[in-house]
């Protein structure tokens, strides 16, 4: 284990898995849908591997590509006139295998068509 010392030279993880979901304050109108469709397409660009949900988006690739995104998706959104931004983020590493969000809801799907 490092020291204390050591601390401010810990790389970030390798990889993660982030399920997040960015939420306009003081919009015109209750709707979010074109502020979600305008992150949905900054992801598209990123070249990371995402998914859309009803409730936010998952992404993964690196802790770094990751955050960034995210920060970009807020920056975007600022410079489109919305103000206030609050963000839930849920990140999720682990360091014994590779495990896309992908591969985490098809291991649940095989385990429920058990059920059938």
């Known amino acids: 284990m490092a020291s204390s010392d050591d601390l ?5 993880p390798p ?7 960015l939420i306009p304050l003081g919009t ?3 709707s ?33 590509e ?11 959104l600022h ?3 919305v103000v206030r931004i609050q963000s839930d983020i849920r990140v999720g590493t682990r360091t014994d295998k590779k495990q896309g969000f992908r591969d985490k809801v098809e291991a649940v799907e095989r385990l429920l068509e058990e059920d059938a």
């Open 79 to 81: 410079r489109n006139g």
């Open 66 to 76: 990751v955050m960034k995104v995210i920060g970009q998706c807020h920056a975007m």
């Open 28 to 30: 015109p109108t209750a």
């Open 32 to 64: 979010v849908s074109k502020e979600v469709a305008e992150v949905q397409r900054l992801l598209k660009k990123s070249g990371l591997n995402y998914s859309m949900h009803s409730a936010g988006t998952t992404t993964e690739g690196s802790w770094d």
């Open 8 to 12: 401010t030279s810990l790389p970030t």
């Open 15 to 21: 990889s993660c898995t982030a399920d997040f979901c």
